[in-house]
């Protein structure tokens, strides 16, 4: 059994139990609305009753700044928290059951093993981030104007990575226990100091939450690069998964 067929079985057992279509129904389901909302809410809040006189006309009219941006923000939110949900079983699970330890009777080594689990995912939230980029795309062309493809890819693609870096951290919680609970008290704990380091006035710039205003940057074309959050990010998905690795190659199942 290698790498590839325990991929193919991770991917087979998200189709099954219908994870991939509620990762892509959520992301598909916010890069639609994101333009919608960014159009529809200074409409709104003219609406509401009893408004003061003049505070209507101080509300701007909706921009393409404000797509992008709803879209980044939605994204950004249920992106990371989806991928927290979705990750912290994977391994844990898989030892609470037993599982784990049929497989690996099996000529597959842990690494393989932690690996698979990762690229599914990864598969998974490429796949779903891709339909909410053309659902998005596409709603703000018919709301505001076209935005520029190359610049929307990369932002995309920065946000993809950011994903990355969470589903790593998440995996390796996974691993450390043997319950699916204990998983996701420790991942939530992961994402609260992963985003607690990253606001740091300093430091913040090397954390993978400086991708998304990379991106928004580019989407619009006032990118400021953020290149050494990008690498931070990176060194980060290998060093979580090398840790878990390392931890889960000395476990007994």
């Known amino acids: 059994m290698n790498f ?20 892509l129904a959520v992301m598909a389901i916010f890069g639609l609305i994101s333009p919608l909302l960014a159009k529809l809410t200074p409409d709104l809040l003219k609406s509401i009753p009893d408004m003061p006189a003049g505070l209507a006309d101080l509300i701007p009219e909706p921009t393409l700044t404000d797509a992008v941006l709803q879209y980044v923000k939605n994204l950004e939110q249920f992106g990371i928290l989806l991928a927290l949900l979705m990750s912290m079983g994977s391994v844990a ?18 690494a393989a093993f932690l690996l698979a689990k990762f690229a599914a995912l990864a598969v998974t939230f490429t796949l779903s981030l891709t339909v909410a980029a053309l659902a998005c795309w596409y709603y703000t062309l018919l709301l505001f ?26 995996i390796l919680c996974s691993t450390l226990v043997r319950s699916q609970g204990a998983a996701a008290g420790l991942a939530f704990g992961a994402l609260v100091l992963i985003a607690g380091i990253g606001s ?54």
């Open 200 to 253: 740091l006035p300093r430091i913040g710039t090397y954390f993978p939450g400086q991708l998304f205003n990379w991106g928004v940057g580019l989407a619009l074309g006032a990118a400021d690069p953020a290149w050494p959050a990008l690498w931070v990010s990176l060194g980060l998905i290998v060093t979580f998964l090398g840790i878990a690795w390392l931890v889960f190659r000395r476990q007994e199942l």
């Open 93 to 110: 699970q898989e030892k609470e059951r037993g599982t784990a330890a049929m497989m690996l009777t099996h000529p597959l080594s842990r």
């Open 145 to 170: 104007e076209a935005l520029p493809w190359d610049s929307f890819l990369a932002l995309n693609g920065l946000m993809l990575v950011g994903f990355f870096v969470y589903i790593a951290a998440t």
């Open 4 to 23: 590839f067929i325990v991929l193919r079985k991770e991917l087979m057992e998200q189709w099954r139990t219908k994870r991939l279509l509620v990762i």
